[in-house]
């Protein structure tokens, strides 16, 4: 059985950092590509960030780049997301995700397994 399980969220002041974890399970994580997503309140699920299964390709929305930092550690089948100068708009829950894909790494609709979501709340 497939398992993805995020941790890391909770709640942070304006221009704080977080560092998100997603430990899986059940899947040959070295041949799968990973996604972080976030869905706000109201909001579809969006693309934040993507890492190639090899790790030598990454990929992030304009609104986190530069503040964002994915990464993978193939031993630990686990990918992290390091999240500096956190907005209030950064506010949702955030959903890993892994597929066997690449060019539509930006669609969750390309991706085979999610995880339940950890709250990233960040106050003004």
């Known amino acids: 059985q497939v398992r993805l399980v995020e941790s890391g969220g909770g709640l942070v002041q304006a221009g704080g950092s977080l560092r998100l974890s997603c430990a899986t399970s059940?899947?040959?994580?070295?041949?799968?590509?990973m996604g972080w997503f976030r869905q706000a309140p109201g909001k579809e699920r969006e693309f934040v960030a993507f890492i190639w299964w090899s790790a030598d390709t990454t990929y992030y929305a304009d609104s986190v780049k530069g503040r964002f930092t994915i990464s993978r550690d193939n031993g630990k089948n686990t990918v992290l997301l390091q999240m500096n100068s956190l907005k209030p708009e950064d506010t949702a829950v955030y959903y890993c995700?892994?597929?066997?894909?690449?060019?539509?790494?930006?669609?969750?609709?390309?991706?085979?397994?999610w995880g339940q979501g950890t709250q990233v709340t960040v106050s003004s």
């Open positions: 059940g899947l040959s994580f070295s041949t799968y590509s």
């Open positions: 995700g892994a597929g066997l894909l690449r060019n539509t790494y930006y669609s969750p609709l390309a991706y085979n397994y």
